[in-house]
């Protein structure tokens, strides 16, 4: 049976979707953007600025289902420019220990939801 998990601290979703599933013991977290959930607006600034807006977002959907960062299993990363790849790397390497990080991956796409630089989705399990 699913659940579904949300997050006054994460920004409230902006179509037909939950913040996140969860289902037995995994938990499917929507994309993120960089939206402040205090004024559901597009963070502006740098790529540095909007990664760390996203994966605060995640990680208040993964307190809400009760679950950290050492228990995502899977990461992916979607951004508007892949020569960004080194500057979300460092922001994203500040959340996560190098020895039990997920698995991921990024990709380049042609453009995201409110021309945002990046979108990032997880996958936790307990």
Known sequence: MK???FSDNAP???GH???AVKHGQMLYISG???IDPATN???SGSVSSETRRVIDNIKAILEAAG???ENVVYATVLLRDINDFEKVNKVYSEY???ETAPARVAYQV???PKNASIEITMVAGE
């Open 17 to 19: 979707y939950s913040q």
């Open 41 to 43: 607006k597009l963070v």
């Open 32 to 34: 993120q953007l960089a």
């Open 110 to 112: 042609a453009c995201l």
């Open 12 to 14: 409230s979703p902006i």
């Open 96 to 98: 996560f220990n190098q």
């Open 3 to 5: 659940q579904i998990i």
């Open 67 to 69: 679950m950290t960062f």
